[in-house]
């Protein structure tokens, strides 16, 4: 049973903070994904990475940036986090091509003051 | 434990036939439920349901919700290969916490 974890549910954090999203999973998948989930405009893809330490942007990866420096972890990093991203964070894996079916882990809610 | 549940998890037909796929839910404090087409890296948003019983429509694909037995269902007419793809659920509930079923894998055959 595949398992993805994130970090946090909910984070809460001030407008300049750097805030960091942690994302691991269990299966040994090749590829993970960062997308963020805001009402009426469903999921917007930030970043995803097919490989260690590979990354590829995603549609919306203004104002972050990502970390795969291990196989089973991706990293989301707001680097001076704004109110606009406050949004709810969502990771998720895949084994193999990237059409393959995505496990998506339980969210983090993210709030920025 | 809140959960979703779609069903089939695979399914193969051939271009043409109907198909309805099933997304079961268990969950407290239900917002909405929102089906997803994934063919490439990532989801495409299908249809966001918030109340019982009043049908989504665009094009072949339809959707409904039933808030009282929790479950929604989507249909799909008149297949075509371009369907082929995997279907996600998702649930929001609560303080807008979000979770995913695992999706059917729809397979469309000339």
């Known amino acids: 049973d595949v398992k993805v974890t994130q970090s946090s549910r909910y984070l809460v954090k001030r407008t300049g903070e750097k805030v960091f999203l942690e994302c691991v999973q269990d299966?040994?998948?090749?590829?993970m994904f960062w997308y963020r989930q805001d009402p009426g405009l469903g999921l917007r893809l930030i970043y995803f990475?097919?490989?260690?330490?590979?990354?590829e942007k995603g549609d919306i990866p203004e104002g972050y940036s990502v970390s795969r420096e291990k196989k089973e972890r991706f990293s989301l990093i707001l680097e001076s986090a704004s109110t606009n991203q406050t949004s709810m964070y969502l990771c998720?894996?895949?084994?193999?091509?990237?059409?393959?079916?995505?496990?998506f882990g339980p969210g983090t809610r993210l709030t920025v003051l | 434990e809140d959960k979703v549940v779609q069903s089939p998890l695979s399914l193969v037909v051939h271009e043409g036939d109907t198909v309805t796929l099933n997304c079961s839910y268990e969950?407290?404090?239900?917002?909405?439920l929102l089906w997803y087409k994934q063919e490439k890296k990532a989801p495409t948003f299908l249809f966001m349901l918030?109340?019982?019983?009043i049908e989504k429509k665009s094009g072949r694909l339809s959707s409904i919700l039933d808030k009282k037995e929790l479950f929604s269902i989507l249909n799909i007419t008149a297949t075509q290969t371009g369907d082929s793809a995997i279907y996600l659920c998702?649930?929001?509930?609560?303080?807008?916490?979000?979770?995913f079923g695992a999706g059917t894998r729809l397979t469309v055959k000339p």
């Open positions: 998720a894996s895949s084994r193999g091509i990237l059409t393959d079916t995505q496990y």
């Open positions: 299966m040994d998948h090749e590829n």
């Open positions: 990475s097919y490989d260690v330490k590979m990354k």
């Open positions: 969950v407290t404090n239900f917002r909405s």
């Open positions: 918030t109340s019982s019983g």
């Open positions: 998702a649930v929001v509930w609560g303080n807008n916490d979000m979770r």
